[in-house]
């Protein structure tokens, strides 16, 4: 059965184009395999493996943008865009934004109303997106089961990427600073017909700005814990809200240097066992861009924290119980790497 090194270098090493060599762990000839799994978890994903990932996105947009009769912008979004990925093949989102309309937040009123109907203007781009992507890459295999994006991936390609029709959504922030990261998008769920709020410039935003007042500890406490949700496969929890988690965790318990990374994974335990002690405290959470908490219903839940919770409490005691000649508690540990 693999173990968590074993999956964890499954993730990050692409085996059409390895960089074994750039992975952390693999030049840690001391350490035991849980604490290879701590801080090679928690590093960045080779800049090689994210440029190739940014490249098969840029190749879809450039045969949509090519093709389509609906004139869009194009932005990115998901883990990739903010550096929380943890796969060296991660996929990526398009956003596909339609030009001629845009949403408001109220109560602004539109000077020139839009007279058209804007979910069937998106509808109809998804169905022009559904009819050029297998013209424009025949091998590659298209999914349009999805709700909110259409999926390619295969051929040519080597990266998954999701196609999201969408459209700009002003909101009030925006509108009064013009400055980019306020502005959000409408997606449309193409099964209920309705289009969906998000704001993914001002998430980057807060990860960024958190990350730089933490020497870099927020981001990797996100990739250790969506590492443990990929690597256990019990934990019921969501990327995104994983990232929201981590992002709650006080400054002074992410703010670890270098070297200390197992104190890190001691904070992410304690942070979350808290959590699923008090209640009151879980409930109040918000995700970076405030936009829902994290724990509401649909996202998530009691049950996928406790998960995690045994999932860091098991790592933590595998990395204390095989260098108990080392430290006795994970916040004096130093590791050389």
Request: charged share 25%; proline share 5%.
């Amino acid at each position: 059965m693999p173990t968590r090194l074993d999956r964890l270098s499954a993730r990050r090493i692409d085996p059409d184009d390895a960089r074994l060599l750039n992975e952390v762990y693999t030049r840690m000839l001391v350490q035991t395999d849980s604490v290879k799994y701590v801080v090679g978890a928690m590093q960045p994903i080779d800049p090689g493996y994210t440029k190739n990932t940014y490249a098969a996105a840029e190749r879809v947009w450039n045969q949509l943008d090519s093709h389509l009769t609906i004139a869009c912008d194009r932005e990115y979004q998901g883990s990739v865009t903010n550096d929380t990925h943890i796969k060296a093949k991660s996929d990526i989102d398009v956003l596909l934004l339609v030009q001629h309309f845009f949403g408001l937040e109220p109560p602004q009123i539109p000077a020139n109303p839009y007279m058209g109907d804007p979910v069937q203007d998106l509808l109809n781009l998804r169905k022009e997106v559904i009819d050029t992507l297998p013209g424009a890459f025949p091998l590659a295999s298209v999914d349009s089961s999805g709700s909110k994006s259409i999926s390619i991936e295969g051929g040519s390609l080597r990266r998954k990427v999701d196609v999201v029709p969408s459209n700009w959504y002003n909101t009030n922030e925006y509108v009064g600073t013009n400055q980019k990261i306020y502005r959000g998008v409408q997606i449309l769920d193409a099964k209920h017909g309705t289009r969906l709020k998000n704001t993914p410039f001002l998430h980057n935003t807060w990860i960024d700005q958190k990350d730089n007042a933490t020497i870099g500890g927020l981001r990797k406490a996100a990739r250790l814990l969506k590492s443990l949700k990929y690597d256990t496969e019990s934990i019921d929890l969501s990327s995104y809200d994983l990232v929201s988690i981590a992002f709650n965790i006080p400054d002074w318990q992410l703010s670890v240097p270098h070297g200390m990374e197992l104190s890190l994974l001691h904070s992410c335990y304690a942070f979350c066992e808290e959590l699923s002690r008090d209640a009151a405290k879980r409930n109040s959470l918000w995700v970076p861009d405030r936009h829902r908490r994290i724990f509401e219903e649909g996202h998530a839940t009691k049950h996928g924290l406790d998960a995690l919770v045994a999932a860091l409490w098991y790592l933590e005691n595998d990395v204390l119980r095989e260098n108990q000649r080392s430290f006795r508690k994970l916040e004096e540990a130093r590791v050389e790497y």
